[in-house]
Nanobody
Framework: EVQLVESGGGLVQAGGSLRLSCAAS????????IGWFRQVPGKEYEGISC????????YYADSVKGRFTASSDNAKNTIYLQMNSLKPEDTAVYYC????????????????WGKGTLVTVSS
């Protein structure tokens, strides 16, 4: 069974940085898509980034492009989201999710989800 556990959330001032981690276990292959999503209570999930292993590519939402960087460390089975120049509107619960043999990250189509980590950006 695949398990994803996020960590690294917290309170930060606007303009600051945080790095989120997503520890993954139970993967049996190397064909996957790993996405970072965020959700503000009462709103839909917003896709932030998507790492597609088969393409060797990473995609970003326009709202975070140039500020956030997703990466993976296969030796540690961990996916990271480096968040710089944070804004109050980045405040949300952040989730990592995995799609086995996937090449896109649609929140409604992911196979596995972590429980999320809260990021709060103060103005």
């Amino acid at each position: 069974e695949v398990q994803l556990v996020e960590s690294g959330g917290g309170l930060v001032q606007a303009g600051g940085s945080l790095r989120l981690s997503c520890a993954a276990s139970g993967f049996t292959g190397d064909d996957y898509a790993i996405g970072w999503f965020r959700q503000v209570p009462g709103k839909e999930y917003e896709g932030i980034s998507c790492i597609v292993s088969s393409a060797g590519s990473t995609y970003y939402a326009d709202s975070v492009k140039g500020r956030f960087t997703a990466s993976s460390d296969n030796a540690k089975n961990t996916i990271y989201l480096q968040m710089n120049s944070l804004k109050p509107e980045d405040t949300a619960v952040y989730y990592c999710a995995a799609k086995i043999s996937g090449d896109v990250c649609y929140y409604y189509d992911m196979d596995y989800w972590g429980k999320g980590t809260l990021v709060t950006v103060s103005s």
